[in-house]
C-alpha cells in the first residue's frame, strides 16, 4: 500500500521538484498539495506533467481535507509551525522542510506529536552533504574546544540564521558549549559584531547577491584551525533524495527526529 503524501509548498523551489518526485515514486502517492498563488489548478498543469491530477489547495487547513499519511512543508518560516500542528492534529506524520523554527517550537511540535502518537522528522538541510557537515563538526567539537558559525545564503533569504545553520548549532550544543577567551559580554565595541548567541556559539548571517545557501563551521586552536563547509547548489536536487528517505521512515515514529542522520542509520 502506497504511503498517502500531502505537500506544503509543492509550486515552490524544492517543493516542485519534489512533487514531480513523489508523483513518479512507486510506494508514494501524491494526494494533496498547497500553493496559495497556484490555488485551484491542477498540479500537472503546474509541473509540466499532466499525469498528476491533483487539485491545488489555496491553504493546508483545505488541503488536510483530503485523506494523507504524511504531511511535508516547504513553506515559509513565518507558517510552518502553525501548518505543522495543524497535520499533527489531524493524526498525519510530517516530514520538515522549512526553516525559521526554534528550540522552543521543536519542544512544542515535539509534545503534540508524542500525544497524537505520530511521527516527525525535522531537518535544517535535506542534502547528504549537510547532514555530514553536521556530523563531522560534531566530531571536530569533541577535539577542539573553540569554535564559531557562519551562515551564508542570498539576499533574498528574510529568516536568520538558516535551518541548517540552526540545526547545526543545536548539534554542537549537544557536544558541549565553547570555551571562550574573552566573553562575548566584555566586547569592546558593538555587541552585535560578535554575532548571535545560539546553544552557547556565535552564529554569523551572511546576506548578499551571488551568495548560495550554505554553512561553515570554523574551529580554532593554538597555531591551527579547521573549517568544514557545505553549500548547495542552485538548483533542489541535492534535498529531494533526503526528503524521500525522511518520508518512508517517519511512519515507524513517535515524537520529533531533529536531524536527517537519525533516520539514515548514521
Not at 498525519?92 to 526554534?102: A, P, Q, T
Request: glycine share 12%.
Amino acid at each position: 500500500m502506497k504511503t498517502r503524501v500531502c505537500i506544503a509548498g509543492a509550486t515552490g523551489w524544492v517543493g516542485k521538484a519534489l512533487s514531480l518526485a513523489v508523483a513518479r515514486s512507486s510506494d508514494l502517492s501524491l494526494v494533496a498539495a498547497v500553493s496559495r498563488s497556484k490555488a485551484g489548478q491542477t498540479l500537472g498543469e503546474i509541473v509540466g506533467e499532466r499525469s498528476i491530477e491533483v487539485k491545488v489547495s489555496g491553504s493546508v487547513s483545505e488541503a488536510l481535507a483530503t485523506p494523507a499519511d504524511v504531511f511535508v512543508d516547504y513553506t515559509k518560516a513565518d507558517a510552518v509551525k502553525g501548518h505543522v500542528l495543524a497535520a499533527i492534529e489531524r493524526g498525519l506524520h510530517v516530514v520538515i522542510g522549512s526553516s525559521g523554527l526554534g528550540d522552543d517550537d521543536y519542544v512544542q511540535i515535539d509534545n503534540a506529536a508524542r500525544a497524537r502518537k505520530v511521527g516527525v522528522v525535522a531537518a535544517g538541510n535535506f542534502a547528504i552533504t549537510a547532514v555530514l557537515l553536521q556530523r563531522f563538526a560534531c566530531e571536530a567539537a569533541k577535539f577542539l574546544k573553540q569554535w564559531e558559525i557562519i551562515d551564508y545564503a542570498p539576499d533574498t533569504k528574510k529568516d536568520a540564521p538558516s535551518g541548517t545553520a540552526r540545526e547545526l548549532a543545536y548539534r554542537l550544543g549537544q557536544v558541549g558549549a565553547p570555551e571562550l577567551t574573552h566573553p562575548v559580554d566584555k566586547t569592546i565595541g558593538p555587541r552585535e559584531c560578535r554575532g548571535a548567541t545560539m546553544n552557547g556559539m556565535q552564529v554569523h548571517s551572511v546576506r548578499l547577491p551571488g551568495h548560495s545557501v550554505g554553512v561553515e563551521a570554523i574551529f580554532g586552536a593554538p597555531l591551527e584551525k579547521l573549517r568544514i563547509r557545505q553549500e548547495g547548489g542552485v538548483g533542489p536536487d541535492p534535498y529531494i533524495q533526503g526528503t524521500l528517505l525522511a518520508l518512508r521512515k517517519v511512519n515507524g515514529r513517535v515524537g520529533l527526529v531533529r536531524g536527517l542522520d537519525h533516520v539514515m542509520g548514521l
